[in-house]
């Protein structure tokens, strides 16, 4: 690291007046890692990993995530432990399920993400997404609490201090926000992190995974040593299931300040692809032979393919090879010698073929709005996938021509995240982020007879106060790539108008988002399944807002004015709707 680096990101002494603890939590599709700091009055905090965890012999900053359930949803193996030998044959002779990729299922529904044909792991019966994300949180905690206990000789002392005002700051793919934020605090409460109370709700933070490891990068000293604002950088994540890519710019350097200079993509791409590929190869391979059934090849690819052969190639040598048996199994028709699986150069390339363009497009789409003139620019590889030869390789042979150059952090590159998350927290670099997707609501608009499209859709006029209105139609308050300031609110004004004062009191407005390019869906019944996607709603029950029309309309009616503002403050989307009573103002969240 260089000494320009660490006098830009040197924390300031924590000024708070008792000891509090920030716990950073990385729960990946495939491996999951957890860092923390101890906030000591008066003392710098230094993020630290938690790198021993129950049932391994060898201690490791990343575990599996993985659940084995038995019949009865008792877990009988959790992370660390589920690669054991042992518990992997209890599993198969006891026929435990198997809890994988767990995580997606907490995407959200209102991003158009291609799942590439990858099989996400069933959920067991009767235990939802929420909960399960629950089980392995409350995991990590236990197994983080253990390792403070041990690690710090005032361990004991320390958690009874913290433990009722411990912050978490959850990792999430870029663009997993709103509702997926939502169903992560959820976990959090069920897995016992805090309680459901609205301000132990408050102590659990997000930052995507493409901000934290911009912030992990930069601990790591990636800047140049005369790092000035103006500089600008993409963060490549490459991780189990996802590649999240961003960029962002230098706006000043003391103290350090960042702004994100496009939206942020999510592809699902990562390293479970390669192992997709790398299944369906061993299948045409060994077909018809001794080999050729299910579980055999699976293993093949957990066992051996995923840790070794994936690992090792670069792409340098003419082919891999794979264990498939002990030194005296040997078949020169399937390319077996010595117990080793011949794989070709070819072949094998072909297995990273998918997670490689889609690198290579996503990260193209960042440069565009971030390069001026073709300057040089810096991409920083980071997350697990990142440690692969070959997908380093054939990113910097692509964009090196183009003058990117390919760098990774000087640190554990599968712990990016999890430090980050920390450093988020107790840093809070990141001032100016762009809008992730189009944010609105809908509504009416006047009808104008003029306009084709209003013309064709007749159906859908409705009578109003003031005349003829059309719709609904999907309003947008803020618009995808919009720049967002932490302090700037987005607000558009409204109003509903009622017959019977008994159906005022009540009414729900929805806050919509659209996570495609433009331009934006105008007409909300024709795009809604497609396209639109409910992020909530909220009812109002305040008569306050009501006014009655009967002095200046033929009928009685009942009106509500109000507002929608929407909010970005840091990661997490703030809705509310205001309105005004007798000068008084009032606002609910949504």
Known sequence: MTSASIRLLRRQPYNGSQIGIVIGIDVGTTFSGVSYAVLRPGEVPEVQPVTRFSGQSVGAGKIPSIIYYDDDLTIKAIGASTVIDSVVSDADYYGWFKSQHFKMHLRPNTMHLQTNGLEIGELPNGRSAEQVMGDFLRYLLAETINFIQTAHTDGDVVWRQVKDRAIFVLGHPNGWTGLSQQRYRQSAILGGLILG?????????????????????????????????????????????????????????????????????????????????????????????????????????????????????????????????????????????????????????????????????????????????????????????????????RLDSCLGPEGVSIQRPDTNLAKAVANGAVLHFLDHLVTSRVCPASYGTTCLIPYNP???????????????????????????????????????????????????????????????????????????????????????TESSRNTSMLEFLSQRVPRAFWKAKFEIELKFGTTELEAKIKWEANVCSFFVFL
């Open 450 to 536: 003029l306009l084709p499209d209003h013309r064709e859709r007749s159906d859908l006029l409705q009578t109003g106060t003031e005349g003829a209105y059309i719709g609904p139609v999907f309003d947008c308050i803020v618009a995808k790539g919009t720049p967002i300031e932490e302090a700037k609110a987005f607000k558009e004004s409204y109003f509903k108008e009622f017959f019977l004062k008994s159906s005022a009191t009540q009414f729900a407005t929805e806050i919509l988002v659209y996570d495609g390019d433009l331009p934006l869906p105008r007409w909300y019944k024709e795009n809604k399944q497609a396209d639109l996607s409910e992020l909530c």
């Open 197 to 393: 109370t609205a301000e132990d709700r408050n102590r659990v933070k997000f930052v995507t995974e493409g901000e934290a490891s911009a912030l992990a990068c930069l601990s790591g000293g990636l800047g140049p040593a005369n790092l000035e604002a103006g500089f600008k950088f993409v963060v490549a994540d490459a991780g189990g299931g996802t590649l999240d890519m961003c960029s962002y710019e230098v706006t000043r350097t003391s103290p350090l300040e960042l702004k994100e200079c496009a939206p942020a993509d999510c592809r699902f791409a990562g390293s479970v692809f390669v192992d997709k590929a790398g299944l369906e190869l061993l299948k045409r391979k060994l077909k018809n032979s001794k080999y050729d059934d299910e579980e055999t090849l699976k293993a093949f690819i957990t066992d051996e393919f995923e840790k070794k052969t994936k690992r090792e190639f670069d792409g340098d040598v003419n082919y891999g090879l794979m264990k498939v048996g002990d030194r005296r199994a040997k078949d020169d028709k399937l390319g077996i010698r010595g117990g080793f699986l011949r794989l070709d150069s070819d072949e094998l390339s072909e297995c990273f073929s998918l997670s490689v363009t889609e690198a290579l497009d996503s990260i193209r789409k960042q440069l565009t709005a971030t390069r001026r003139n073709n300057a040089k620019t810096s991409v920083w590889l980071v997350g697990g996938f990142a440690s692969s030869a070959y997908l380093l390789k």
